[in-house]
């Protein structure tokens, strides 16, 4: 299994440019998320899914938006992208959220928006 | 609102310490606690993974501690080696289903 894998690993990007972050899972996870990490905090939930078809806000979803047309996908866009989106970002999935609800990261992306 | 704090946010011990990671969170309606490392310009290793209903943890040199009543967890590491360093990240999956992480705490090992 390779687990929770992530594409790109990097890249740069000038205001105003769009892009989309890939999300795959081997794991036939239900539950997937977005995060982003900033330096000195800790990571915070973009966007998740609770299921194909469905997803649902995080707490800071402004300026992203997510589909999960795909039971193993769950992909990230940024439609216009900003300096303050520049972080590294993180997605995971779990079988369930509730009290067994372990998550799996993948190895995240380092986006810069200069 | 959850919130979790790490305290402290870095620290450096010689080779060879006991040490103890604290991590606090204000809401004590939670599923689970996990401890996870992460090391410099890499992703996330899910260290260890506390029920609600439990007490503690182990993994090899790794003892994790969770007493829900006062919202506290404890990562304990003994014996630390330099490869032990890494920053250090708490998280608790809340009522609404979802993970609240602390800041994290640098870890330092001196040889």
């Known amino acids: 299994n390779a687990g929770v894998t992530q594409t790109p690993k990097f890249r740069v990007l000038k205001t105003g440019q769009s892009m989309t972050l890939l999300c795959a899972q081997d794991m036939n996870h239900e539950y997937m998320y977005w995060y982003r990490q900033d330096p000195g905090m800790g990571l915070r939930l973009i966007h998740y899914?609770?299921?194909?078809?469905?997803?649902a806000k995080g707490e800071v979803p402004d300026g992203y938006n997510v589909s999960r047309l795909k039971k193993q996908n769950f992909l990230l866009g940024l439609e216009s992208a900003a300096p303050s989106q520049t972080s590294v970002y993180f997605c995971?999935?779990?079988?369930?959220?509730?009290?067994?609800?372990?998550?799996?990261f993948g190895p995240g992306t380092r986006l810069t928006v200069t | 609102k959850q919130e979790v704090t790490q305290i402290p946010a870095a620290l450096s011990v010689p080779e060879g310490e006991n040490l103890v990671l604290n991590c606090s969170f204000t809401d004590s309606a939670i599923y689970n606690l996990q401890w996870f490392r992460q090391d410099p310009g890499k992703g996330l290793t899910s260290l260890l993974l506390?029920?609600?209903s439990q007490r503690e943890q182990t993994s090899g040199r790794l003892n994790a501690s969770l007493d829900k009543s006062s919202g506290r967890s404890t990562l304990y590491i003994a014996a630390s080696q330099p490869g032990d360093s890494a920053t250090y990240l708490c998280a608790v999956l809340d009522s609404n289903y979802q993970l609240i992480w602390g800041a994290g705490t640098k870890l330092i090992i001196k040889p």
């Open positions: 506390i029920q609600s």
């Open positions: 995971a999935s779990s079988y369930r959220s509730g009290s067994g609800g372990e998550q799996y």
């Open positions: 899914s609770v299921g194909e078809g469905t997803t």
